[in-house]
């Protein structure tokens, strides 16, 4: 008689169980189906971002900026991707190193190009206390929006430990720039 009353709670249990499943994925499918939240459904936030050029960090802002939805239109088309001048149409190229780092014995060396470069040539050149100790080129390959470097891995041993100046020449037909910066090993 015990089993049979432990079979019948069970049953109960496991059919209270799946009731319960049963409302919260119907809460959830309706949530999804009507976009949740309608208290502000005719106003647009964006939150614009400040760039800081010198650590090249993006960062939020606190201020809103809030469109009103018949002109939402009107700015969907129109992106901004940076403030000021368009950095294909300077005379010099510029870029960053994005990465120079040590990596299984290998110093390896990122660079990201500012301008869209559909080929041209990164020239580093390693140096320490003013003398060149290592130089190699590679092709720029072209992304998106920019270009960037193929990228150099230069084995370490032969470099020394020790701060060593890292200079990379950019050329794209009659557009050059160079590109500096530093690593400790």
Not at 26 to 37: H, K, M, P, R
Not at 78 to 89: I, R, T
Not at 118 to 127: M, V
């Amino acid at each position: 008689m015990t089993r049979r009353k432990r079979k019948n709670v069970l049953k109960y249990v496991i059919i209270l169980v799946l009731v319960a499943f049963g409302i919260l994925g119907g809460f959830l499918i309706w949530q999804a189906v009507s976009g949740g939240d309608t208290e502000n459904d005719d106003v647009t936030t964006i939150q614009p971002t400040e760039i800081e050029s010198e650590n090249h960090k993006v960062e939020n802002s606190e201020n809103k900026v809030e469109i009103p939805e018949d002109k939402v239109e009107n700015y969907k088309n129109k992106v901004e991707k940076f403030d000021g001048e368009d950095p294909n149409e300077k005379a010099v190229l510029s870029g960053v190193i994005t990465y120079a780092g040590v990596n299984d014995g290998n110093l390896m060396v990122r660079i990201n190009i500012d301008q869209y470069l559909a080929g041209g040539e990164c020239k580093l050149e390693l140096s320490r206390n003013g003398e060149k100790i290592y130089t190699e080129s590679a092709e720029i390959v072209d992304s998106a929006a920019t270009s960037t470097c193929k990228g150099f891995n230069v084995a370490t041993a032969n470099l020394g430990n020790g701060t060593i100046n890292i200079t990379v020449f950019v050329t794209s037909g009659d557009k050059t720039g160079t590109i500096k910066g530093e690593v400790t090993l």
